[in-house]
């Protein structure tokens, strides 16, 4: 799939749960007020930052998708990054205003004006759990088909979402019951949900535009490879670096000593086109041959 059409993937499930978001933050909200439930009502909040983090991520993915110019000749995926970090910062201050409400209520001990949650409350939060959680399969299992960081910071911001309607849930459960704290309760643990989500994000594509290395499982495909490839004797180096979601890699191979300059390029050449299209996910690879001798000690980068 060319990058083109990845990104129109990416943006058109985005733009569907936009749509779907900004509905069920409307339902949620006009349940948790005419039902009486705070839990619900912080739960629509938690949705209505999904719109705001799914923006986010329309803009990071097509910014990531422009071609490499003069000023950013490596191109522009770790936009992308920048844009998971955006979507985390905002996730963050959500769940904080969402468990400072939570922990007032329960320290203040002012249950007042509570009134005993109605049964829509409670069948919109059931609602919202089964709606959240399609919308995070939907939206994850396109993310891993382009490879999107974002979408997938996308996609766990609406499993949290549904994890924090299972609070409201509870809350909803209890008020009918009469526990009136449980509400308050269900609030600091949706606020847990987003700041635990918000943290995972966040270190994930920190990690990403910091050129961490990729899992040893990818790094020992691709030593494997080039192993495997005509006129290849040895792997001496093999770096890798994520950025974005694409990675570069640099490799040292050895080859015949007397071999003319030609074939050792053409060895060269096969395997930097060998890589590249065995492994989509590689955006770029030096290759840097050495020559081969039998007495030489092997140097492999671990």
């Known amino acids: 799939m060319k990058s083109n059409d990845l990104t129109k993937v990416a943006v058109r499930v985005s733009v569907i749960t936009i749509f779907m978001n900004a ?6 909200l006009l349940a948790g007020i005419f039902g009486k439930s705070y839990a619900l009502i912080s739960d629509a909040i938690h949705s ?43 996730l963050f201050a959500t769940g904080v205003g969402v468990g400072y409400s939570g922990v007032k209520n329960i320290v203040t001990g002012d249950y007042k004006n509570f009134a005993v949650p109605k049964v829509i409350a409670l069948v919109a939060a059931a609602v919202s759990i089964v709606v959240k959680e399609g919308m995070f399969w939907y939206t994850y299992l396109a993310a891993k088909k382009v490879n999107s960081s974002a979408l997938k910071a996308d996609a766990w911001h609406h499993r949290s979402d549904a994890l924090s309607s299972v609070g409201s849930l509870v809350g909803v459960i209890g008020g009918m019951c009469g526990v009136k704290i449980l509400d308050s309760i269900a609030c600091i643990v949706i606020c847990l949900f987003i700041l635990k989500a918000a943290v995972q994000i966040f270190w994930d594509a920190v990690k990403k535009m910091t050129d961490e290395a ?24 093999l770096m890798t670096r994520k950025f974005g979601n694409r990675i570069y890699v640099i490799t040292e191979i050895a080859c015949e000593s007397d071999l003319p300059l030609i074939e050792a390029h053409r060895i060269a050449e096969s395997v930097h086109s060998g890589i590249e299209e065995k492994f989509p996910l590689i955006k770029h690879i030096t290759v840097h041959v050495n020559p081969y001798g039998k007495d030489e000690k092997c140097e492999i980068n671990e």
């Open 214 to 237: 990729c899992d040893d499982k990818t790094e020992n495909e691709i030593r494997e490879f080039i192993s495997s490839c005509d006129g290849v004797k040895r792997v001496d180096l």
């Open 23 to 28: 509905a069920l933050v409307v339902f949620k």
């Open 48 to 90: 209505a930052s999904d719109v705001f983090s799914t923006v986010i991520v329309i803009i990071g993915v097509k910014v990531s998708a422009k071609k490499a110019d003069k000023n950013h000749p490596f191109g522009h995926e770790r936009f992308e990054c920048v844009a998971a970090i955006l979507l985390a910062v905002v």
